[in-house]
Structures are given as C-alpha cells and as structure tokens.
C-alpha cells in the first residue's frame, strides 16, 4: 500500500535544477517563501527555503510527509543543498493568500455564513491532527490560506500551513481556532483592522455585539456560543475540534439560518456553503 510520505521526492541537486524560482510571497522567522515554476511540467509551486540549523532533526519535513488532508498544505518534494546549508520545500501554491488580506480585501462584505465555510474547513484540519493526537501549535490567521484568489468561501479550499517547531503534541488549537473566528467574523463584517483583542459580548436582542478595535459587529447566538466554547478548550478536554463540527452554528449556517451574503459577490456567485 503506498503511503503520503512515499509521494514525497528527496533530491540532493540545486532546487534550480527543476524549478524556475519567482517572485516572493512572504518572508517568516526563519525563512522566506518564493512562488516557482516546475521545469517538468509548468505547474505553479510555492517552495520554502529555509537553514537546515533552523530544523536539524529534520521534524517538520517529517510531518509534512506523513499529512494528508485536504485542508492542510501538501509536500511535493524536498531539496537539501549541504553546501548552502539550505532546504527547500515545494508545496502547494495557494494563490488566494493568508486569510487576512483575503478576507479582508477580496471579499468585502463576506458575511457570518461565509465565515462558516472557512471555520468548518479549519476544524477539519484540527480534526484531523487531534486523531493522530498532534497539534499545530500556531494556529493563527497568518497560516491559513486559501487555495483560490478569485472563488468566495463556497467554491474555495481553506489550507493551514507552517508545521514548524511548534507542531507535536499541545493541545491548545482551539483556543487559537477561537481567536481566528473572532478576527474573521470582524472582517466579515466589513472590518478592516487586524486587532485581536478580547472585549466583552454584549447582549443585543437574538444577538450578540462582538467587539474588536472598539468597534460593535452583531453575530448570531450560535456564533457566540460556539467562540465561548473555544475559550474554554483548554480547561475542558471534552471539547474537541470533532464536537465543534457537530455546532450548531455549522448547522445553522448550512440551512442558511445564520446571516449570508446579500448579494452574489464580484468574484463568484453564491452556492451552496457546505
């Protein structure tokens, strides 16, 4: 039976040899992301390059060899140059970006049942991690992508990136999974501040005011309940990111009971969310 990591390439040759390196797409502690043409075929990749000092045991390639889910960034191949003391890794070109910008610029207003689709397939990933008892570790607006540039939530994959040092065996994803809905719902909302400061909810009829940057955004019952139950992940171990799943924000949002758009976005018409 063949595995993810047997898909995976190993090359010890110049990682130019194959890919034509391109513009660059981001710069992190400690390396920096370039997009890259593959000489074989023409397909789009982004490729990692990164010091070997930075990760010598080897873990993050490691891990990303074995993953294999539709919602976490896939490994191509790998490239070790000794004489640099450089890796490079070719994965998944997600030309929508970090959700942030995406959010944030792309899509103006998405709405609280757009912001459903993104967390759903965020929770997936989780889901997925939490059955192989791992965790991210740095769950954060900054590592979640979007496949697309041009598609709404509806039509787009949600990919979570970077497995680096902090990945392993924590468990404090979802209260971190918390802090990206509270951003996101904001966005969706026409905000354009990146803040994630905590402010109290305050109830306002059937719903909830989220506040963030001083500023009153209204959100569903379900949506709410759902971000206290995030907060609260770490002291209640029962809460799992497969119990978050089964909310009822999810189902709401897929009966079309939770705020949607109001009308078909520039980019894409408005399917159906899940």
């Not at 994965?91 to 207003?109: H, I, N, Q, T, V």
């Not at 049942?113 to 990933?125: K, P, T």
């Not at 680096?164 to 971190?176: K, M």
């Not at 802090?179 to 803040?195: D, E």
Request: a positive charge; aromatic letters at 6%.
């Amino acid at each position: 039976m063949i595995c993810r990591a047997d898909l995976v390439q190993r090359s010890s040759s110049p990682v130019q040899a194959t890919y034509e390196l391109q513009a660059g797409l981001g710069r992190g502690g400690v390396g920096r992301v370039v997009q890259a043409v593959c000489r074989r075929n023409q397909i789009a990749r982004a490729v990692k390059i990164t010091s070997q000092k930075s990760d010598p045991s080897g873990f993050e390639v490691s891990l990303m060899r074995k993953l294999d889910h539709p919602n976490i960034v896939r490994l191509f191949e790998t490239f070790v140059e000794e004489t640099q003391g450089e890796l490079h890794l070719a994965m998944e070109l997600c030309k929508g970006g970090a959700l942030p910008s995406y959010a944030r610029d792309f899509w103006p207003p998405l709405e609280e049942a757009a912001g459903a689709v993104i967390m759903w397939q965020l929770l997936g990933a989780l889901n997925y991690l939490q059955k192989q008892s791992l965790s991210h570790g740095d769950i954060c607006p900054a590592n979640v992508l979007m496949l697309h540039f041009d598609q709404p939530p509806e039509q787009n994959v949600t990919k979570l990136i970077d497995f680096g040092a902090h990945a392993g065996r924590r468990t404090h994803d979802l209260p971190s999974a918390g802090l990206v809905m509270r951003a996101l719902l904001g966005w969706c909302s026409g905000m354009k501040c990146a803040s994630l400061r905590e402010a109290p909810a305050v109830k306002k009829g059937q719903t909830t005011v989220y506040s963030e940057g001083g500023l009153g955004v209204p959100i569903s019952k379900p949506a709410s309940d759902l971000m206290a139950r995030f907060a609260g992940a770490e002291a209640d171990a029962a809460f799992t990111a497969e119990k978050a799943l089964h909310h009822t924000w999810f189902i709401l949002a897929r009966h079309g009971e939770v705020p949607v758009r109001r009308m078909t976005s520039k980019r894409g018409a408005t399917r159906e969310l899940f």
